[in-house]
């Protein structure tokens, strides 16, 4: 039987110098550490018991929940981003659990309505301090969620909780590597699954990706001829698209945390850039691929009829709320002091899964005869 003082030995002895190790993990609020796991073992679990991380499953991804049962949700983005992060982390000597952790917690703070939803409740909030996903996971795990006594929040590791502050980092210095690892497999996941949705969805048509770089040099290393594709084809594309990207973002990294010199975690701190990158060919290539995925799927008109509906819920619940704050419910009811109430009113409606949002948009609004 492993206890966590021989996990932590395991994690001494095996792991890179540079990488984070849970024996010297801190938390803001001082707690008994456990007998079988490591301090990031009981970070990922905290996350995962969450209510905001349930929630992921009814929330958008790039097609509303309802759409149909086959696209990615935020959940299942969230669990894909958990798997390269996890592969890239262990190839790279790194505490793979710590990435696991980030990596699961990343999108919790995302509203309904994928991030048309984002830009709708950052507008509606533009006089109240805004609204920012990777802020909004932050204070879910620091403040919304009500699990323990003695304190708010899930009272993660400093660790955790830095690897969540991936774009608020002033005077911070650079994250560590399996922030910085999340980072990037956050990217990686959702440019290959967004392509297999399009293409599944129709939205993109096969013919259209014959001038895209990306998608050719993959046809070319599978030896694939001609703009048609079957569902095989379109699932071995996409396999072998995420097990290239992982690939030369594990080789690519590897080469630069080599040529940085980098031997411990606070030498990754005091790096003048990230160190956890692509080649500049592939960045090029990705470069091209997502202004391809923003000419063709993101502003396709299906998704900015989503982007439409989003607005109208999103605007008129919240201008309800602030006009009859006695409808929202008691636990939000009880923030609402000390938050104030435009504020407890964005992190109720953040909290909304699609499928929500709507129910409580139509009750409000009726339907047209």
Same mark, same amino acid.
């Given at each position: ?7 932590? !030995? ?62 990615? +949700? ?61 802020? @909004?996971?932050?204070?879910?795990? +620091? ?129 003048? @850039? ?85 129910? !409580? ?9």
């Amino acid at each position: 039987m492993f206890l966590r003082t021989d996990l932590e !030995i395991r994690e001494a002895t095996t792991l890179a110098p540079y990488a984070t190790f849970s024996a010297a993990a801190q938390r803001k609020y001082p707690e008994d550490t456990s007998r079988t796991r490591t301090a990031f073992q009981k970070d990922r679990d905290r996350v995962l018991h969450t209510t905001a991380f349930r929630r992921l499953e009814a929330k958008t991804q790039l097609f509303l929940n309802a759409r149909g049962d086959h696209y990615r +949700t935020r959940l299942t983005h969230t669990l894909e981003v958990q798997q390269v992060a996890r592969s890239v982390a262990l190839n790279l000597g790194l505490n793979e659990t710590l990435a696991e952790t980030v990596a699961l917690a990343h999108d919790l703070g995302h509203p309904p309505f994928g991030h048309a939803g984002e830009r709708i409740l950052n507008a509606l909030m533009a006089e109240h301090g805004g609204f920012d996903h990777n802020l @909004q996971a932050h204070r879910i795990v +620091t403040h919304l969620e009500d699990r323990y006594p003695h304190h708010p929040g899930l009272n993660l590791t400093l660790d955790t909780l830095d690897g969540l502050n991936k774009h608020h980092r002033s005077g911070l210095g650079q994250p560590g590597l399996e922030a910085q690892v999340v980072d990037l497999a956050d990217a990686l996941a959702y440019t290959a699954h967004d392509l297999d949705d399009g293409l599944r969805s129709g939205m993109i048509q096969n013919h259209e990706l014959a001038g895209l770089g990306l998608w050719q040099k993959l046809r070319d290393q599978l030896g694939l001829r001609g703009s048609d594709l079957d569902t095989l084809d379109r699932r071995l594309l996409h396999r072998e698209l995420l097990s290239w990207l992982i690939d030369e973002l594990t080789t690519s990294s590897d080469q630069s945390i080599r040529q940085s010199g980098v031997q411990s975690a606070a030498d990754v701190h005091a790096q003048p @850039q990230k160190l956890i990158e692509y080649s500049p060919e592939t960045r090029s290539l990705l470069r091209e691929t997502k202004a391809f995925m923003a000419q063709k799927l993101y502003h396709h008109w299906r998704v900015e009829m989503q982007v439409e509906q989003a607005t109208r819920v999103l605007e008129t619940l919240f201008h309800a709320f602030m006009q009859r704050p006695a409808m929202l419910p008691p636990r939000p009811r009880r923030r609402e002091q000390a938050d104030g109430l435009p504020r407890t009113i964005c992190d109720h409606l953040a909290g909304m899964t699609d499928r929500y949002a709507l129910e !409580i948009y139509w009750s409000l609004v009726p339907a047209v005869p």
